[in-house]
Structures are given as C-alpha cells and as structure tokens.
C-alpha cells in the first residue's frame, strides 16, 4: 500500500480498517508517516518530530481510510489512564470537502467505544477546528496554548 496524494483520487467509497500496532505492515506505517509527514510538517509547515514512539505501543490503535493503494485519511488512538486520546487526525489534501473528516472522527469514535467502552476521550485540537470537534460531542477543557507554533485547545468527550 502506498500513499499517493493530490492524485484525484475519488473512484468511490474508502475502505476502513481499525488495526493494532502490530497489525500495521511496514508499508502502512510508512503510509500513515508519509501522509501526516505531508500536511503536518509541510503544508502547515510545523516543524516537528512525528516519529515519538508512540505508533508501534502494543495498546496504539489506527483507524485508516485507504483507496485502491492509497491512505487518505488517519487518526491515532492511545489508552491510558482511564481515558483514550484521539491523535494525529488528518486526511489526504486530495480528499478535503468530501466528507472524509467527519468520517475518520466517526469510526475513530466507533472503534474508541468498541476498544474502550465507557471510558472518555480526549482530543488535542487546533483551534480553528473546535467548532468541528464540538459536532462529535468534544467540549474545551481548558485555555488555549502554542504547540509548534499552532494555536490548540483540549477537549473532552464524556
């Protein structure tokens, strides 16, 4: 599987996949790197280190969009201490205004409820995107502040 982004990509409907750690073969993680290494670090030109160790954990779940080859949509799940964040959010620039953000938040969700049923979720969001997040029932739980140079917001969702 190989991420190919900013190709036009929308032949139809995306197949999901909810994988453990060490479910991910080489070239999904690579995939999964790849795209958020793309809008992260260079679309929004935050320069960061994305690699932290924390995608291969035995308890980290992704949730994945693919079509045909391509990863199109991603997010990140980490338990621990009684609460599951939502992390690394991000669809393919290709795939923007479809739809595919409410989407990956859906079954981000489905597979936290499924995984960890009952426990909270926490999400650190962008700020310009707390409204979207306020739509999958996230409230701010505290003050704004700069990561890597990018206003966000925590938020929680019982």
Do not use: K
Not at 121 to 127: H, N, R, Y
């Amino acid at each position: 599987m190989r991420v190919f982004v900013g190709c036009g990509l929308n032949a139809g409907m995306p197949t999901w996949s909810d994988l453990a750690a060490d479910a991910l073969t080489a070239g999904q993680l690579h995939d999964v790197l790849h795209l958020r290494s793309l809008v992260f670090v260079v679309e929004q030109e935050c320069v960061y280190l994305d690699i932290d160790g924390l995608d291969l954990q035995p308890a980290t779940r992704h949730v994945l969009a693919t079509e045909g080859r391509a990863v199109v949509a991603v997010s990140r799940l980490l338990p621990g201490a009684g609460v599951v964040r939502i992390g690394r959010v991000v669809v393919a620039p290709s795939h923007r205004g479809t739809g595919l953000g409410r989407d990956v938040m859906r079954h981000s969700l489905a597979a936290c409820a499924t995984h960890w049923p009952g426990q909270p979720v926490l999400i650190a969001a962008q700020a310009h995107l707390q409204q979207f997040y306020g739509e999958f029932g996230f409230e701010v739980v505290g003050a704004p502040y700069d990561e890597d140079g990018i206003a966000h917001v925590d938020m929680r969702r019982a």
